[in-house]
């Protein structure tokens, strides 16, 4: 069975950089079939796609225009992992962000969520 | 949202309900669907991908299909715990990622 462990702050600084990372037990996040993706949800915003790292012989990252000048979405091999860092954040990065896994076409794996709030 | 679905829904207990979700050529004319479950304060839960198909665990009461650009969640012997948020997703090639609809409370009376 598939898990998702999500580790990081709960509060940033405007103008700072918001770092999570997501631990992954029961598969690989050099799996040759699963992506893996950052989601955001926030009452204004609803649910917001931002990113996924994937590995096919090589890596690939895919982001979301809203914050591709912004967003970095890294694989830790070592460790099994991935991150997401969000630089430059505003209040309106607050939101609880959510890592998964893409697979059976879909998104079929859900990490607990962190509730980032973005406040001085 | 990129999605759209009626914010709202309900239905009585056994009764079926269906859950709307329209889009466009590029994600679900192009694209498969799937739904989410999201209880309060929890993460959504696979309910139906690929239009139609169920992952193990979720029960037979819920089915999905799909039409054109738009896709329906139906949940057939509504139980009261089935009140909670449903939302629709699709892969968007024009935009290059995941889109969600805004999702739908359904409420069972």
């Known amino acids: 069975q598939v898990q998702l462990q999500q580790s990081g702050p709960g509060l940033v600084k405007p103008s700072q950089t918001l770092s999570l990372t997501c631990a992954i037990s029961g598969d690989s996040v050099s799996s040759n079939s699963a992506t893996w993706n950052w989601i955001r949800q926030s009452p204004s915003r609803g649910l917001e796609w931002l990113g996924r790292t994937y590995y096919r012989s090589k890596w690939y990252n895919d982001y979301a225009v809203s914050v591709k000048s912004r967003i970095t979405i890294n694989p830790d091999t070592s460790k099994n992992q991935f991150s997401l860092q969000l630089n430059s954040v505003t209040p309106e990065d607050t939101a609880v962000y959510y890592c998964?896994?893409?697979?059976?076409?879909?998104?079929?794996?859900w990490g607990q969520g962190t509730l980032v709030t973005v406040s001085s | 949202s990129v999605l759209t679905q009626p914010p709202s829904a309900s239905g009585t207990p056994g009764q079926r309900v269906t859950i709307s979700c329209s889009g466009s050529g590029s994600n679900i004319g192009t694209n498969t669907v799937h739904w989410f479950q999201q209880l309060p304060g929890t993460a959504p839960k696979l309910l139906i991908y690929s239009n139609n198909q169920r992952p193990s665990g979720v029960p037979d009461r819920f089915s999905g299909s799909k039409s054109g650009t738009s896709a329906s969640l139906a949940i057939s012997g509504l139980q009261s715990e089935d009140e909670t948020d449903y939302f629709c997703?699709?892969?968007?090639?024009?935009?290059?990622?995941?889109?969600f609809g805004g999702g739908t409370k359904l409420t069972v009376l």
């Open positions: 998964t896994r893409g697979a059976l076409g879909s998104i079929d794996v």
């Open positions: 997703a699709a892969w968007d090639d024009s935009l290059k990622g995941w889109v």
